[in-house]
């Protein structure tokens, strides 16, 4: 559709793109449309309970097995973080006193994320649970806290307990609310939903979270209502989350915080340099594809690489950030609330253009 509208932020004479069509599966990915899979989809496979239980807890065991020797033995401190949308204000304190409670000379480190944001709350839980070992405390465990706007949407959504274990063995307890182990979702081993339900306790991560993760620690099972595997995640809620979306934004500097990854299979073939025509909600713009902000002109609008990272053993995996030079990008873009869309509508390669002056009005 030729419009014949000029978007604030694009050179001379560029018409609104049409929207291509959506990014199919990866190579070698399986999705519901190629006709040789249907079959098997129709046909799901037949799995014992028993057998995930029983392979959930043992891989449980080994891991709470290995805290207790680091705890017991080692004689380290339990080191908790905890991502939350109160941790930042006095109630903070609170939860700090039952956590020393329950775990004498604990460290307890918080990470405010915002209200109703539990995109934030997921991209914070990778970058702690997926640190390298040599800067990841070895007793560290997580918990999150944050609230969801209550819709139609998200009625259905249990708000239970899990208790994740992933790879690297790392403990994350998740109060679900949406996305909070949605980027930790292809690290996890085994998770498991908790039995956390008091309708006298308001304050579950003050008043029942302590007591519970310190029993499961010692090896207590009794407040496991139910075990998943990788294949059975999605049943408890635990599905990966969507990565291009307006994630938070960075305040006071107002950078769009996204969680596309640098090798996102959209930009994997698109060299730093590029042009690139994105466009959030109601608001269309060139960008600027670069690595840093630091290369980007003064007031030049860009996706560049996040000092914000995932990281998968010793491999740093940023993600992207939109910003603004010396200037606000959230403004720029009309304000665009987090889970907003973004759309790649059109990229022009660096090596096949004269580069734009990129500058706002």
Same mark, same amino acid.
């Given at each position: 559709?030729?419009?014949?509208?000029?978007?604030?932020?694009?050179?001379?004479?560029?018409?609104?793109?049409?929207?291509?069509?959506?990014?199919?599966?990866?190579?070698?990915?399986?999705? !519901?449309? *190629?006709?040789?899979? $249907? @079959?098997? %989809?129709?046909?799901?496979?037949? #799995?014992?309970?028993?057998?995930?239980? =029983?392979?959930?807890?043992?891989?449980?065991?080994?891991?709470?097995?290995?805290?207790?020797?680091?705890?017991?033995?080692?004689?380290?401190?339990?080191?908790?973080?905890?991502?939350?949308?109160?941790?930042?204000?006095?109630?903070?304190?609170?939860?700090?006193?039952?956590?020393?409670?329950?775990?004498?000379?604990?460290?307890?480190?918080?990470?405010?994320?915002?209200?109703?944001?539990?995109?934030?709350?997921?991209?914070?839980?990778?970058?702690?649970?997926?640190?390298?070992?040599?800067?990841?405390?070895?007793?560290?465990?997580?918990?999150?806290?944050?609230?969801?706007?209550?819709?139609?949407?998200?009625?259905? !959504?249990? *708000?239970?307990?899990? $208790? @994740?274990? %992933?790879?690297?063995?790392?403990? #994350?307890?998740?109060?679900?609310?949406? =996305?909070?182990?949605?980027?930790?979702?292809?690290?996890?081993?085994?998770?498991?939903?908790?039995?956390?339900?008091?309708?006298?306790?308001?304050?579950?991560?003050?008043?029942?979270?302590?007591?519970?993760?310190?029993?499961?620690?010692?090896?207590?099972?009794?407040?496991?209502?139910?075990?998943?595997?990788?294949?059975?995640?999605?049943?408890?809620?635990?599905?990966?989350?969507?990565?291009?979306?307006?994630?938070?934004?960075?305040?006071?500097?107002?950078?769009?915080?996204?969680?596309?990854?640098?090798?996102?299979?959209?930009?994997?073939?698109?060299?730093?340099?590029?042009?690139?025509?994105?466009?959030?909600?109601?608001?269309?713009?060139?960008?600027?594809?670069?690595?840093?902000?630091?290369?980007?002109?003064?007031?030049?609008?860009?996706?560049?690489?996040?000092?914000?990272?995932?990281?998968?053993?010793?491999?740093?995996?940023?993600?992207?950030?939109?910003?603004?030079?010396?200037?606000?990008?959230?403004?720029?873009?009309?304000?665009?609330?987090?889970?907003?869309?973004?759309?790649?509508?059109?990229?022009?390669?660096?090596?096949?253009?004269?580069?734009?002056?990129?500058?706002?009005?």
């Amino acid at each position: 559709m030729d419009t014949g509208q000029s978007v604030r932020g694009t050179p001379p004479g560029d018409k609104l793109p049409l929207k291509p069509p959506p990014v199919s599966a990866q190579p070698g990915e399986r999705t !519901r449309h *190629d006709p040789e899979n $249907l @079959a098997a %989809l129709q046909t799901p496979a037949i #799995v014992d309970p028993s057998s995930i239980r =029983e392979t959930a807890l043992h891989i449980l065991d080994e891991t709470t097995a290995r805290y207790r020797h680091e705890l017991d033995v080692e004689k380290r401190r339990l080191w908790v973080v905890g991502i939350a949308d109160y941790s930042d204000r006095p109630t903070w304190r609170k939860v700090h006193g039952a956590f020393e409670v329950e775990f004498p000379n604990s460290e307890l480190s918080s990470v405010p994320v915002a209200e109703y944001n539990t995109l934030e709350v997921g991209v914070h839980v990778s970058h702690y649970a997926l640190a390298p070992a040599h800067y990841r405390p070895p007793t560290q465990v997580i918990f999150t806290n944050a609230a969801r706007i209550r819709t139609d949407d998200t009625a259905k !959504r249990s *708000d239970s307990l899990v $208790l @994740a274990v %992933l790879e690297n063995q790392s403990l #994350v307890f998740a109060y679900m609310n949406g =996305e909070e182990l949605g980027f930790v979702h292809d690290k996890i081993k085994a998770a498991f939903v908790l039995d956390s339900d008091d309708r006298d306790v308001d304050f579950r991560s003050r008043d029942i979270l302590p007591r519970i993760m310190k029993s499961v620690i010692a090896g207590e099972r009794d407040f496991i209502k139910s075990c998943a595997l990788p294949e059975q995640l999605a049943d408890i809620g635990v599905v990966p989350a969507p990565r291009w979306v307006v994630g938070w934004v960075d305040k006071p500097y107002m950078n769009i915080k996204t969680p596309i990854r640098v090798e996102d299979p959209t930009l994997a073939e698109i060299p730093f340099g590029s042009l690139l025509y994105v466009r959030i909600g109601e608001a269309a713009h060139w960008v600027r594809f670069q690595a840093s902000i630091a290369r980007l002109e003064e007031h030049e609008l860009g996706l560049v690489r996040s000092s914000d990272s995932e990281h998968d053993g010793s491999k740093k995996t940023p993600h992207m950030v939109l910003a603004v030079k010396g200037s606000h990008a959230w403004s720029t873009f009309l304000e665009p609330k987090a889970g907003t869309p973004i759309e790649l509508l059109q990229h022009i390669p660096a090596d096949a253009m004269t580069r734009y002056p990129l500058r706002l009005p």
